[in-house]
């Protein structure tokens, strides 16, 4: 079941609202202010959240203000509003910060549990999206690795490092011979994953048992049997991280001697690829603002947010968006964002990612 998190200071509304969406399939959590509501988002990590504006003390539209800067990898986590203020001024502004829906008080609860339904099922549809993009990229990556398989191990190293995705080379004896720059930042967290001695190790349960496991069989697997997942459970309690083993064939270790290795494919869901500027002007033509725009927007931040952090007006940034719509044929700002998502192969830039 979806993990709906209400936040609410009134306590009969908030208890009414958690059993009618329970009854309706939903598991339920409630958090009677905004500051509450922000820890549970950041301990719980829930499918969506479901929050009142006018609150004592962290009001919700500045808890989604504070969350779309500090967490940027929960940008896609649908936020609803649900507030009994009714103006258009009040709708716009919710609307500014990046929520998906605004509904006012009293809310039929077969209306609300509809729109969260639809707001879940759209989420579904970008990570599927998103998914299939990186599967894209996984496999231009692994017909390009059989291309040059003669090649030098350093050229393998330049096609890799191009990769948004964080990928981990193991030889035939176990050792990690080679290290994306992606994979390097994900390492760099200290999470539960690292190298050590010239291997992949797990720090937590039996985590370590089952990669070692995992990379034995996909070294021994014919090269036509399909590749291996594996959840990483992590000591911060957040997200299992989640890998996928394939096997390649005629690699080269670190003395230069042909056989099959192993490539680790490591996806760390509370992460987000920050879109290279550099990039962005190439592909699109942007002009440097307009690139970094475009990134920010990409990394969930709304047009409020990115004004405030490079200290310019919302009027700018709508002025340089009709710039950035013309020159990507997009019309509105979702449609910019998964376009530009879709088409994010790394042309050689260096990628910072943006961890929670």
């Known amino acids: 079941m979806a993990l709906i998190l209400i936040i609410e200071d009134e306590y009969e509304l908030r208890a009414g609202l958690a059993s009618g969406l329970r009854i309706a399939g939903f598991d339920v959590i409630e958090a009677a202010d905004g500051h509450s509501g922000y820890a549970a988002i950041l301990e719980r990590r829930p499918d969506l959240v479901l929050c009142d504006i006018s609150m ?49 008080k009293p809310v039929d609860l077969a209306i609300l549990a509809g729109v969260i339904r639809q707001r879940l099922g759209q989420a579904d549809r970008w990570r599927e999206t998103y998914d299939g993009e990186i599967e894209r990229q996984r496999a231009a990556m692994l017909a390009e690795l059989s291309e040059r398989s003669r090649m030098s191990f350093l050229s393998a190293a330049d096609v890799l490092n191009r990769l948004a995705e964080a990928v981990i080379l193991v030889d035939p004896a176990g050792r990690a011979t080679f290290v994306n720059r992606a994979a390097l930042h994900l390492l760099c967290g200290g999470d539960g994953l690292a190298i050590e001695n ?10 370590g048992r089952r990669l070692r496991e995992a990379l034995a069989a996909v070294g021994q697997a014919a090269p036509s049997e399909p590749s291996v997942h594996l959840n990483i459970d992590r000591p911060s309690g957040r997200r299992p991280y989640a890998l996928r083993l394939c096997r390649l064939d005629a690699g080269l270790d670190l003395d230069g001697e042909p056989g099959p290795m192993v490539a680790v494919f490591l996806a760390d869901p509370v992460a987000r690829v920050r879109l290279p ?7 699109y033509g942007f002009t440097p603002t307009e690139a970094r725009i475009v990134a920010d927007l990409a990394l969930g931040h709304s047009v409020e947010a990115i004004a405030d952090l490079h200290g310019i007006s919302r009027y700018t940034i709508h002025h340089h968006l009709k710039s950035i719509f013309r020159k990507t044929e997009t019309t509105r700002q979702p449609e910019l964002v998964a376009l530009v998502l879709s088409s994010s192969m790394v042309e050689g830039v260096p990628v910072t990612v943006a961890a929670g």
């Not at 258009?88 to 500014?96: N, P, T, Y």
Request: glycine fraction near 10%; hydrophobic fraction near 45%; charged fraction near 25%.
């Open 56 to 104: 004592p003390g962290l009001r919700g539209d500045r808890l989604l203000l504070l969350l779309r800067r500090e967490h940027p990898e929960m940008a896609r986590m649908p936020f609803l509003f649900l507030t009994a203020l009714a103006d258009r001024d009040s709708i716009l502004a919710g609307q500014e910060l990046g929520a998906d829906d605004y509904l006012t």
């Open 198 to 207: 010239g291997r992949l190790i797990v720090a937590t349960g039996d985590g």
């Open 277 to 283: 500027e550099i990039a962005l002007c190439a592909r």
